[in-house]
């Protein structure tokens, strides 16, 4: 099932989209089974369980830690993950940046953008991105490629496109702009259930999980 799954959304993306196999909880086989099937870019919330993964499945695909990193985490972090997507504190970013120092190693990131405003997320305010970018040209083994997005957890798909629209837009000036240290080459948003949006609004890396692996197993408890 997981190989058919990773078989028709990878026929399904436009040729400029990539595909990002969210594996929160999933485990090492499940990824590996995954990977057999073409997926090339595998996303992890936790250091602990990229480590796990990483065991089984090797050096074969890029690994992107997509959900929030705490600076203590930097470390392994920097070690394990080849681009990370949520980078949104000049702490966060001193942090890594000390870290890739010691690795020898430029840090590709994405700045995570709460493009619904939301105070109990984590990601900068899309009115305070630019001076967060801004002043990561003080930190000279980080690479900004771009944004990141999840929006609010809404049950319509098309309620999320006007916070996909507003990381796009944002996006743009960025890019617009020619900052030094910042490509500005990658936005990453939408989901399982909302991909295809996101993808409309200009996403070119999705960030998909339940459609790819099914559910949880937490997901089916009463």
Aim: glycine share 8%; hydrophobic share 40%.
């Amino acid at each position: 099932m997981i190989q058919e799954n990773v078989k028709r959304i990878l026929n399904e993306l436009p040729p400029d989209v990539m595909l990002v196999g969210a594996a929160k909880t999933r485990t090492p086989a499940e990824v590996l089974d995954a990977v057999s099937a073409g997926l090339a870019i595998v996303g992890e919330n936790y250091v602990q369980e990229a480590e796990r993964a990483r065991e089984a499945v090797g050096e074969r695909v890029k690994w992107h830690l997509i959900g929030h990193l705490q600076s203590n985490k930097a470390k392994k972090a920097v070690k394990l993950f080849d681009m990370i997507e949520t980078l949104d504190s000049l702490n966060l970013a001193q942090a890594v940046d000390r870290a890739a120092e010691k690795e020898g190693k430029l840090m590709p990131v994405l700045i995570e953008i709460n493009s619904g405003e939301e105070p109990q997320k984590h990601g900068v305010l899309p009115g305070e991105a630019l001076e967060l970018i801004q002043g990561l040209a003080d930190f000279p083994h980080i690479r900004v490629m771009g944004l990141m997005t999840m929006g609010p957890l809404l049950d319509d798909p098309e309620s999320l496109r006007p916070y996909f629209r507003r990381t796009r837009e944002l996006f743009e000036q960025i890019r617009s702009l020619s900052l030094p240290h910042v490509e500005m080459r990658y936005l990453s948003m939408g989901m399982s259930d909302s991909y295809r949006v996101a993808i409309e609004e200009g996403a070119n890396l999705v960030r998909i999980g339940t459609a790819l692996f099914g559910e949880r197993p937490s997901c089916n408890k009463p």
